[in-house]
């Protein structure tokens, strides 16, 4: 099956820095990438999809200038926590499928843990 | 469309039980379904897909029904094992264009040896 990885696997900062987070597919290409958040004990809310070459659609509710989002080529997205808070704190997760007709199962990545001191 | 969760619900079954996950969706143009595994700590993982043209699906040990007219899938897990025991979700894919895959609320299966 088609394999996500995501980098770092988990991450403690420090309020006001920003970190970035890696998602990349490594055995096919994919035009778009989608990002969630997950609370614990919760489900995961999409939080963006990242589409490669333009800019990324954010759901309601994110801001998109404390969630950057970059596509840069058909096997990686990064997703940037900016001037990162408490609130913050939570596992991101990232997919990306084929995205074709008939290919539309999105595969995960092994999610980020980020903690935001 | 999302549901945002409160505490997960819980299904607890004795191993070697058949256990039965529901999910009820939101969106009748949803034409296709798929149910993903997600263990504490990791991300979710595929376990199997349904296409609005088929009420039922088989996998190893896995069984997928979908019930259109009330907007219900269900899982079936045959024998339950103790690594069974996780978070399973329902995601449904909108018909027309960008399949992006909208959760549902979860249920945590706990398996008991």
């Known amino acids: 099956g088609a394999v996500v990885s995501q980098h770092p696997s988990r991450v403690i900062c420090k309020s006001g820095t920003s970190v970035k987070i890696e998602c990349r597919s490594l055995?096919?290409?994919?035009?778009?990438m989608f990002w969630y958040r997950q609370f614990p004990k919760q489900s995961l809310m999409l939080m963006a999809t990242?589409?490669?070459?333009?800019?990324?659609?954010?759901e309601q509710g994110v801001e998109k200038d404390k969630f950057l989002i970059n596509h840069a080529s058909l096997t990686l997205s990064t997703l940037t926590v900016t001037s990162a808070h408490p609130e913050d704190s939570s596992f991101y997760i990232c997919?990306?499928?084929?995205?074709?007709?008939?290919?539309?199962?999105?595969?995960f990545g092994p999610g980020t843990r980020l903690l935001v001191l | 469309g999302e549901s945002v969760g409160l505490h997960l619900p819980t299904l607890s079954v004795q191993e070697g039980d058949n256990s039965i996950i529901n999910c009820a969706y939101s969106?009748?143009?949803?034409?296709?379904f798929i149910w993903y595994k997600q263990e504490s700590g990791k991300g979710p993982q595929f376990i199997i897909d349904?296409?609005?043209?088929?009420d039922k699906r088989q996998g190893q040990r896995v069984t997928v029904l979908l019930n259109k007219t009330v907007k219900h899938l269900s899982l079936q897990i045959a024998a339950t094992q103790p690594g069974d025991s996780a978070v399973y979700f329902c995601?449904?894919?909108?018909?027309?264009?960008?399949?992006?895959?909208?959760f549902g609320r979860g249920t945590s299966l706990i398996v008991h040896p």
């Open positions: 055995d096919f290409q994919a035009t778009t």
């Open positions: 990242s589409n490669e070459g333009s800019k990324a659609t954010y």
């Open positions: 969106n009748s143009a949803s034409d296709y």
């Open positions: 997919s990306a499928g084929p995205g074709l007709i008939d290919q539309e199962t999105q595969y």
């Open positions: 349904i296409r609005s043209n088929m």
């Open positions: 995601a449904e894919n909108m018909k027309g264009g960008s399949y992006i895959p909208t």
